[in-house]
């Protein structure tokens, strides 16, 4: 059985297409993946920022 997958998968790392298609897909993974860090930083600065300004308006109208 192990030397069946072992075969299987040299025989796909033969095929050029295949390493291609792999190498295209490992960087769209690595493009997606940094804009889900740039998001999830840019988010969290929204939500800080906001969180700020609740604060502020909170104190604002308590009495004095």
Do not use: C, F
């Not at 997958?5 to 025989?11: A, C, E, P, Q, R």
């Not at 997606?32 to 109208?61: F, P, W």
Request: charged share 30%.
């Amino acid at each position: 059985m192990a030397k069946a997958l072992i075969g299987h998968l040299n025989s796909d790392l033969r095929d050029p297409r295949l390493a291609v298609e792999n190498a295209r897909l490992r960087n769209r993974v690595a493009e997606l993946e940094s804009l889900v860090l740039r998001l999830s930083e840019e988010n969290d600065k929204l939500m800080s920022a906001r969180a700020a300004e609740i604060l502020t308006a909170e104190q604002e109208m308590q009495p004095a």
